[in-house]
Every structure is written in structure tokens, then in C-alpha cells.
Nanobody, 119 residues
Framework: QVQLVESGGGLVQPGGSLRLSCVAS????????MGWYRQAPGKQRDLVAV????????NYADSVKGRFTISRDNAKNTVYLQMISLKPEDTAVYYC????????????WGQGTQVTVSS
């Protein structure tokens, strides 16, 4: 099994920054790509960004391109999401995800961390 634990969420003003972290443990060899998804109240869970753990190939939602950066530290089994220029519409629960493809969500999910952008 794979366990994913997120941290770093919180309350931030519009225009501010946050960095989310996701630490993976367990059968990490099962994971080819890790990513971040978010879900706002009443909405579906959508991809934010994803990265392959080997080559570092990335993919971003159009709404966050140029503002969010996903990165990984394989030595620490950790994936980060650096978020800048945050907007109120970025408010959501952010979930870490791990799986075998960069194109679809994998079977492993973290518990989620709340990000609230508000003045």
C-alpha cells in the first residue's frame, strides 16, 4: 500500500503564496507520477498539477499555469506545490494523488489540506 500525507494549507490573502507538501510512504515503487487535485464546495475534484517521479515531466491545469509550480524531491519521497499570486477561486481542499500514469488520477489519495484565499 501507499500512504500520502499532505501539509502546508492555510488561510492566505489574495496575491499571497503557499507551499504544499506531500510525503509518500509504503510501496512507493508502485508510483510513477504524483499530482495535486483540488475540490471546491459543490464542485468536482479537478487536476491542478502532476509530475512524473522519474523524468520530472509536468502537466498543469490552464487556470494555474504561470502561478503554480510542482516539484519533487525523490530522496525525501516528497512532492511540492508552490503557489503564488493566489486568487479567491483557488480556495479548495487540495489532495495529493499517486498512481501509474500522468494522464489520469491514480488510486492513492491523501486526506486533503484546506487552502483558503480570502481578505
Amino acid at each position: 500500500q501507499v500512504q500520502l500525507v499532505e501539509s502546508g494549507g492555510g488561510l492566505v490573502q489574495p496575491g499571497g503564496s503557499l507551499r504544499l507538501s506531500c510525503v509518500a510512504s509504503g510501496s512507493i515503487f508502485r508510483i510513477f507520477a504524483m499530482g495535486w487535485y483540488r475540490q471546491a464546495p459543490g464542485k468536482q475534484r479537478d487536476l491542478v498539477a502532476v509530475i512524473t517521479l522519474g523524468g520530472g515531466t509536468t502537466n498543469y491545469a490552464d487556470s494555474v499555469k504561470g502561478r503554480f509550480t510542482i516539484s519533487r524531491d525523490n530522496a525525501k519521497n516528497t512532492v511540492y506545490l508552490q503557489m503564488i499570486s493566489l486568487k479567491p477561486e483557488d480556495t479548495a481542499v487540495y489532495y495529493c494523488n499517486g498512481g501509474s500514469s500522468i494522464g489520469v488520477a491514480g488510486p492513492y489519495w491523501g486526506q486533503g489540506t484546506q487552502v483558503t484565499v480570502s481578505s
